[in-house]
């Protein structure tokens, strides 16, 4: 049912995503001083990315959806792009590389995506772009939404599923509120396409019929065919294609610095430590002894 | 010795920027925390602007809503000099879109200015200085809002200090060491938690790319800063901002709210028991130790945030349980107060001590005696997790069964 409304109308998909470090154990590598040893930890595509792309293959399914994949960095990012492709069946992947958008901060980069988005929809508007929550490095989660507003399209931040009415045009998307000190809060809410969604690391997508389920498998096993050949999707743009000016991207374009980096100093001790030996079972007597004590003090008050 | 070029950009800087504005969140009425801790934080640094540069720059709140007057009295109270406020219908939640419009009108309006500041009012273009909260509408906000704005922006901030920097740097200054005043040093921790960055937002000086980035903005980080009293005897001009909404910013439509409970309850619980990255060597049969001690203890159970990405090769009924953003004791995510706190395998960055300091009595257990949490604890057990847990399990429960016969 739902495969042949999808025929109504067509959907144009975009995903921005990021090549960052592999944080999984046994593929990061931490200093001694506890900070990251990037030249010991391989890059993977980000696990949000990873989100967004599952996000966007669920518009396939459902939809008919065609995907392009979209990154910004130097040629080794095309490693995202392919791990992207195998999760959402993508369609086209771009690559947006040239010296001079290196070292951008998040409104420099968001301007170089922008022009991307506006350059793959050429022919066809991109109907919505899907981002991660966040990068696991840069952890900012300002890029999707700074595209977005460059780009004019509404922006609906922490979404945890969707669906599209491909008649209306309308998206209806719930999304995770997370306040401190408040209880979560979930709502709904409907916009007219085109939209700007980040994807909450929540988010799950449930297939519910033999018919949709087979029409993921088929996708996905056309996605391990087109990564083989990958090469064939990818087109890469420097700033020139893209139009971008260059006084607006990369370390030009960048309003913020890096001023330093420097360790966090550690404060002062908080407590008087005492140290315990974890192999001696008196100590550790004592150490459960005053864990009775805490607990029954609490029953009692 | 500056140069006359320098002085005279400054003067043009100057003549542009004021006011730091603070924008607050609330929720059904009531202010959130973090809307009281960036007015606490924004009082004590323009306390100390005002008395080194200039005492007519003000804290300015800016709050949008419907049915807010209330509020805005009480953010007097809490630090602002003035408060900005807009009142519509489609104001009521926050949605990014009306929003992002309202608060970019608002930090562009001169009327508003010439209210509370008049000899400024001629002159104003943008704040000098931005506020917004790291949370999951502020976070948002602040990235289209500093878009729109076409300025610079830093993210969960916890330290800011306002200083005069002498600026070397190829793209801002063309290589030549110019003098930057009034600039506002944004401190965030990176995500490992041991580096601290120092981000600023310069104007362009660069002969070739001249360009003026602000307000100098920033989003902070919920729980670090800490809130002034209630003062109900501070005044300051409370101001109301007619917003021009139009129908295309209405677009996006609430149609449900609903109110989550959390089945992560670190409030009754008295004692929290928490594991961080030390699960590694065997973490399924570590998180099962783990979780029996909890049972002992009568604990909740708490994570810190790496264990959150789920980066462990565990059985799916673990990670569903435990593995879950809302168990995370820190900064991403709760901050708690239990009696005793006790942290295995977590070597304390700076997030997670913010989310656990306050908690009574505290107990790690840990491998490296030189991990911080060495310094955040009462008692420090230097040993595996493999090893201390199952041992410490069987002490509590023989030390249980000496207790119940003496009590009997």
Known sequence: MEIAESMVAELNVAVLVKLEPDFSEG?????SDGTLNRAETKSIL???SAIASAAAFYAKVMYGAKISIATMGPQVADLALRQAQLISDADSLHLYSDRIFAGADTLATAEVLKAGIIKMGDKSRIDIVFSGHRASDGETGQTGPQTAWKLGYPFLGNVISYDIDLRERLVRAKRLITLRGTPDIIEELIAPLPVFITIDPSYKYVLNTVSLRLASSKYQREAQIRVRSYKDYLKVFNAQQLGVEPNLVGLQGSPTIVYKVEKIPRAKPNRRTELVDGSDLVQLGRVAEKIHEVVRRRRDS | MKSENQTNENRFAENYYYHLYVVVEHLDGKLIPVSLEMLGEARRIMDNFNSRYNSNEKVVAVVLGNNIKELCEELIFYGADVVIYAEDQSLEYPVNLIDTKVVSQIARD???VSKFSPEYSESFKKPRYMFFSADSIGRHLSATVLA??????????????IEDLEIKHEHKTKGQLIKYEKILE???PDFSGFLWTTILCLDNRHPANLREYHPQACSIIPGVFAPLRRDPARDGAIIKFNAKIEDADRIVKIVSRQVIE???????????VSFGRGIKDAPEANIRSLVQLAKEMDAEVGISLPISKRAYPVSDAIASLYMIPDRVIGTSGRKIAPALYLATGISGAVQHIEGMKEAGFVIAINVDTDSPIKDECDIFIKGRMEDVLPA??????TQKQILEVSET
């Not at chain 1, 593929?27 to 200093?31: A, K, L, R």
């Not at chain 2, 959390?262 to 929290?272: G, N």
């Open chain 1, 27 to 31: 593929s990061v590598s931490y200093n």
């Open chain 1, 46 to 48: 980000g696990p949000h």
């Open chain 2, 110 to 112: 001169n009327a508003c």
């Open chain 2, 148 to 161: 729109e704005l076409e300025s610079g922006l830093a993210s969960d901030i916890n330290k800011l200090v």
């Open chain 2, 186 to 188: 944004m401190y965030r």
């Open chain 2, 262 to 272: 959390s089945s992560v309850d670190f409030d009754s619980h008295k004692t929290v």
């Open chain 2, 392 to 397: 410490l399990i069987e002490q509590l429960k």
